[in-house]
């Protein structure tokens, strides 16, 4: 049986390997609290325990009310306070999880959604979750597997194929699909494979664009993990398109890009080959026509990005 979480109104499955809880986006479980550090907690689920330890935060991390100290083996019920948040361990089997392969530490196989042709970048086709409760498997914010330091046991190709089958296949609605998907493709683009990483991102990453296309806007932690990773694909793959997907997917929804996503379209920019700055250079002039309203952050992340604008001039 699954390891779960409870935090608010959320239950949460909690995958083999590491489960990083902080503030910051790129974490699995980002909370929304000052007294929490950016990189606050990591959950380890293995074969045969699951473990709570301090990342060095600030306010540290409370197990059934006292603070802990290292590593702290977790049994069922144990109760987890990060700042002010307070959070269920449920589901721990006292024998552990043996039985689950670690190899696919990423999620496991259910039954395929419901799914449908659709337009892709890159003039792509697929097949794509279609499902009305699309969002639903989106709960919890963030990507992580790129901050571990713990080695993953078994990392080769055939276990990176099987992870990403069993994680498309249909990921479980309470934990974020693109966190998991993303988990799978970190490792691949670790390992210098770069094509096999695009295409563990491409179902989610489309399914994103195509939903703000179609007028229906993803949550604002879910644009901006897609748009870290198709970053990440631009820097590995030097394809522009990847590029393009970012300004197409913050025009649709009609909102700044965060300060994160440009940190890394800096560092795309200059890794592509070719550029069409078409995308670009309608999403800046419309940053122009309204930075009037802008507070002094925003106008910031307006000027770094005309600077990006001017850098991709130059390709």
Same mark, same amino acid.
């Not at 909370?31 to 709570?52: E, F, K, M, N, Q």
């Not at 795309?268 to 122009?288: C, N």
């Given at each position: 049986m699954a390891v779960r979480l409870r935090y608010l109104s959320h239950e949460l499955e909690v995958p083999l390997g590491q489960f990083v809880i902080g503030r910051s986006a790129d974490c699995q479980l980002a909370l929304d609290d000052p007294l929490v550090s950016r990189r606050h907690a990591l959950l380890t689920v293995r074969g045969d325990s699951v473990t709570i330890e301090d990342l060095g935060s600030r306010n540290g991390v409370s197990l059934n009310g006292t603070k802990i100290d290292g590593p702290q083996k977790l049994a069922h019920g144990d109760h987890i306070t990060i700042g002010g948040q307070e959070m269920v361990l449920e589901n721990i089997p006292e024998e552990g999880l043996a039985s689950v392969p670690e190899s696919i530490a990423f999620g496991h196989p259910r039954s395929v959604a419901r799914s449908a042709r659709m337009p892709t970048v890159a003039g792509h086709e697929g097949s794509f979750d279609t499902r009305e409760d699309f969002w639903s498997d989106y709960?919890? %914010?963030?990507? =992580?597997?790129?901050?571990?330091? =713990? %080695?993953?046991?078994? /990392?080769?190709?055939?276990?990176?194929?099987?992870?990403?089958?069993?994680?498309?296949?249909?990921?479980? $609605?309470? /934990?974020?699909?693109?966190?998991?998907? #993303?988990?799978?493709?970190?490792?691949?683009?670790?390992? #210098?494979?770069? +094509?096999?990483?695009?295409?563990?991102?491409?179902?989610?990453?489309?399914?994103?664009?195509?939903?703000?296309?179609?007028?229906?806007?993803? %949550?604002?932690?879910?644009?901006?993990?897609?748009?870290?990773?198709?970053?990440?694909?631009?820097?590995?793959? &030097?394809?522009?398109?990847?590029?393009?997907?970012? !300004? @197409?997917?913050?025009? $649709?929804?009609?909102?700044?890009?965060?300060?994160?996503?440009? @940190?890394?379209?800096?560092?795309?920019?200059?890794?592509?080959?070719?550029?069409?700055?078409?995308?670009?250079?309608?999403?800046?002039?419309?940053?122009?026509? *309204?930075?009037? =309203? !802008? &507070?002094?952050? +925003?106008?910031?992340?307006?000027?770094?990005?005309? &600077?990006?604008? *001017?850098? #991709? #001039?130059?390709?």
């Amino acid at each position: 049986m699954a390891v779960r979480l409870r935090y608010l109104s959320h239950e949460l499955e909690v995958p083999l390997g590491q489960f990083v809880i902080g503030r910051s986006a790129d974490c699995q479980l980002a909370l929304d609290d000052p007294l929490v550090s950016r990189r606050h907690a990591l959950l380890t689920v293995r074969g045969d325990s699951v473990t709570i330890e301090d990342l060095g935060s600030r306010n540290g991390v409370s197990l059934n009310g006292t603070k802990i100290d290292g590593p702290q083996k977790l049994a069922h019920g144990d109760h987890i306070t990060i700042g002010g948040q307070e959070m269920v361990l449920e589901n721990i089997p006292e024998e552990g999880l043996a039985s689950v392969p670690e190899s696919i530490a990423f999620g496991h196989p259910r039954s395929v959604a419901r799914s449908a042709r659709m337009p892709t970048v890159a003039g792509h086709e697929g097949s794509f979750d279609t499902r009305e409760d699309f969002w639903s498997d989106y709960t919890t %914010p963030g990507v =992580s597997s790129q901050q571990n330091t =713990s %080695p993953t046991p078994s /990392v080769n190709s055939a276990n990176l194929a099987a992870a990403a089958a069993a994680v498309n296949a249909q990921p479980d $609605r309470h /934990v974020n699909a693109l966190s998991l998907i #993303g988990s799978v493709a970190d490792k691949a683009l670790a390992m #210098g494979r770069a +094509e096999e990483a695009e295409r563990i991102l491409l179902r989610s990453l489309n399914d994103v664009l195509q939903k703000a296309r179609d007028g229906h806007a993803p %949550p604002l932690d879910l644009a901006s993990t897609a748009a870290i990773y198709a970053a990440k694909l631009a820097s590995a793959t &030097g394809k522009g398109i990847w590029i393009d997907y970012i !300004f @197409d997917l913050y025009t $649709r929804i009609d909102q700044l890009v965060p300060g994160t996503v440009v @940190d890394e379209l800096y560092s795309a920019v200059r890794k592509v080959k070719t550029l069409d700055m078409g995308k670009m250079r309608a999403y800046t002039e419309s940053l122009r026509s *309204r930075s009037s =309203s !802008f &507070g002094p952050s +925003e106008r910031f992340v307006q000027q770094r990005l005309e &600077g990006l604008e *001017r850098l #991709g #001039g130059l390709k």
